[in-house]
């Protein structure tokens, strides 16, 4: 059973920066796809970032230029550094797992973490 715990969450001022960590069950960031999914209250949960085993990255458009997706397969941890944050960016931040991972349609990705919340607010 696939365990991930995310953290790192805050509340931070329009331009600052956060790093989101995903902790995960052992081997899981060699085994899995793996993604940053992002839900506001009141919209649909939507993919951030994601990165596969071999490395590939992909990006929301509004993620390209200031978020950057990594993975440590050492500390079997996930990572979202997250710079020049503005309001828009507020909301309870997920990561999840896939198989394939080959988009951000949420039926594809079937582990999720508890979620961490992101505070952009001046």
């Known amino acids: 059973q696939v365990q991930l715990v995310e953290s790192g969450g805050g509340s931070v001022q329009p331009g600052g920066s956060l790093r989101l960590s995903c902790a995960t069950s052992?081997?899981?960031?060699?085994?899995?796809?793996m993604a940053w999914f992002r839900q506001a209250p009141g919209k649909e949960r939507e993919g951030v970032a994601r990165i596969n085993t071999d490395g590939y990255t992909d990006y929301a458009n509004f993620a390209k230029g200031r978020f950057t997706i990594s993975k440590d397969n050492a500390k079997d941890t996930l990572y979202l550094q997250m710079n020049n944050l503005k309001p828009e960016d507020t909301a309870m931040y997920y990561c999840a797992t896939s198989p394939s991972g080959y988009t951000f349609t949420l039926i594809e990705w079937n582990t999720w973490g508890q979620g961490t919340q992101v505070t952009v607010s001046s």
């Open positions: 052992p081997h899981t960031t060699r085994r899995y796809a």
